[in-house]
Each structure stands twice: as structure tokens, then as C-alpha cells.
């Protein structure tokens, strides 16, 4: 399986940015895709995750509200539309692909992305 992640930029303090993560090879339909940052100086974070087959997801409580994660099934895509972005949104962003279930922990996503930099500038 391999995730590639792009969207990520360099945006001002309340501006949206898309991210969008395309898996390839082999899929998991009883799995999930999950998105997750991690800030300089700081341990990874969950973002948000979605389970491929019916849609359903999680979200980081803090993150609820301004942040949206999607799927399209037919193109193996997931997107996170982050709105009305802060300065302490700014992280590299990672997708990732778990092959049972749905979660918020790290540990169990076996697949991983390389990474979009999201900068929010003040």
C-alpha cells in the first residue's frame, strides 16, 4: 500500500487548505484512513479518521467544528479540509491506512504517507 499526500502549503491565519492522500495497491475495506500531525518540537497528534466502508469518523475534540474528513471511495482518496486555520495548525500532516477497524491511535496504522508541511502564518 502506498499514500501520497499533498495539498499542504504555506496559508494565513483563517484560510482553508484541502489535504488529500491517494492510496495505491492493495486497499482495506474494513479499514480506515486516519490523518494525523505532528508540530515541531512536539509528539504526533490525531486528527481525524474515517472508516471506507460506511463513512463514519472521528475527530480530534479540539479539532471538531474546523476540520472535515472525507472520502471517495472510487478514487481510494481521502481529504481533511481544514477552515479557518491557526498558527498552531501548522505541523507536518500524515495520512495513514489501518487495515481493521477505526482509531485514534497511531500504533495501530500499519500503513503510512510521507507528509505535507502545512504552515499558517499570523
Known amino acids: 500500500v502506498q499514500l501520497q499526500a499533498g495539498g499542504g502549503g504555506l496559508v494565513q491565519a483563517g484560510d482553508s487548505l484541502r489535504l488529500s492522500c491517494a492510496a495505491s495497491g492493495r486497499t482495506f475495506s474494513s479499514g480506515a484512513m486516519g490523518w494525523f500531525r505532528q508540530a515541531p518540537g512536539k509528539e504526533r497528534e490525531f486528527v481525524a479518521a474515517?472508516?471506507?466502508?460506511?463513512?463514519?469518523?472521528y475527530y480530534a475534540d479540539s479539532l471538531k467544528g474546523r476540520f472535515t474528513i472525507s472520502r471517495d471511495n472510487a478514487k481510494n482518496t481521502v481529504y481533511l479540509q481544514m477552515n479557518n486555520l491557526k498558527p498552531e495548525d501548522t505541523a507536518v500532516y500524515y495520512c495513514a491506512a489501518r487495515v481493521l477497524g477505526i482509531g485514534t491511535e497511531g500504533d495501530e496504522y500499519r500503513y503510512w504517507g510521507q507528509g505535507t508541511l502545512v504552515t499558517v502564518s499570523s
Open positions: 474515517i472508516r471506507w466502508s460506511d463513512g463514519s469518523t
